[in-house]
């Protein structure tokens, strides 16, 4: 039922809801008076294009899938033996996931606030 109801709540407000493509409408740095450490990249475009991975895989746990790919290479026909490789990339995979996650609600949150100041004003 809460489901429901969230979803119900998001459709009839768009304004704080943001889009899948839309960027970041706020300061990053907003609320990190240390400020944040910067993702970066641990491989090049050269490399995630010698390596042949797909557009969809070419994000920051590329190194890792990488390593995946060249263990099951190397260990075939016993890809069992690259489980190790596998966890890490996997895990990487879920971290950035929470990571697009906290993002996405972080700037929910921020228009909300937004909105609400507005309202106030009026």
């Not at 119900?8 to 400020?35: A, I, M, Q, R």
């Not at 920051?60 to 075939?76: G, P, S, V, Y």
């Amino acid at each position: 039922m809460g489901n429901h109801l969230n979803g119900f709540k998001l459709y009839f407000h768009p304004e704080v809801t943001p889009g899948p493509k839309e960027e970041p409408t706020f300061d990053p740095l907003l609320g990190f008076p240390e400020g944040r450490k910067p993702r970066e990249m641990k491989v090049t475009e050269a490399e995630m294009r010698s390596a042949k991975l797909p557009l969809r895989d070419r994000d920051f746990c590329a190194h890792l899938l990488i390593a995946f790919k060249d263990c099951r290479q190397r260990e075939m026909p016993f890809v069992v033996k690259c489980s190790h490789e596998k966890h890490e990339y996997l895990n990487c995979k879920y971290e950035d996931y929470v990571i697009r996650a906290k993002e996405y609600e972080r700037e929910r949150r921020l228009r909300v606030k937004r909105e609400e100041l507005k309202m106030r004003q009026c």
